[in-house]
């Protein structure tokens, strides 16, 4: 999943999903192209995530990798749950983003709560993207 965000004039972060595809075979050598076009740029991969699997690839490539600990993972789904009730947070109509967002549950984490991917009947992996 790869996604982009900015602000916008009136203070909204706008968030994209620039390219979202079934598996993780693709994302390698489609980051790389990415790399040096778009600045800045963060990889940002849940290390219990089947995404795991990328980090000997993009090493190898050289690309750096900010794996995320389950109380950051919670702390984004928090910001990005406060961003959208505030209003402060939109996409650009993206389907595969309503289709997560309406069909997404919560996992407890501490004291806290993150998106469920285990027992998600759907890929939530937008909603993921977007959050951290």
Known sequence: MLVQGWPSPDGVVVV???EHH???????????ELVGRHEPLAVVIDPRSEA????PDLARAGVDVSPV???EV???????SALVRSGRIRH???VSLDVATAGVTRRRVGEAWAFNRRDASLDISPLYAVAF
């Open 16 to 18: 994209d999903v620039i």
């Open 22 to 32: 079934g598996g993780i075979g693709w994302v390698v050598s489609r980051l790389l």
């Open 52 to 55: 795991s699997q990328l980090l």
């Open 69 to 71: 600990r389950s109380f």
């Open 74 to 80: 919670a702390q984004a789904c928090g910001a990005f």
């Open 92 to 94: 650009l109509g993206q």
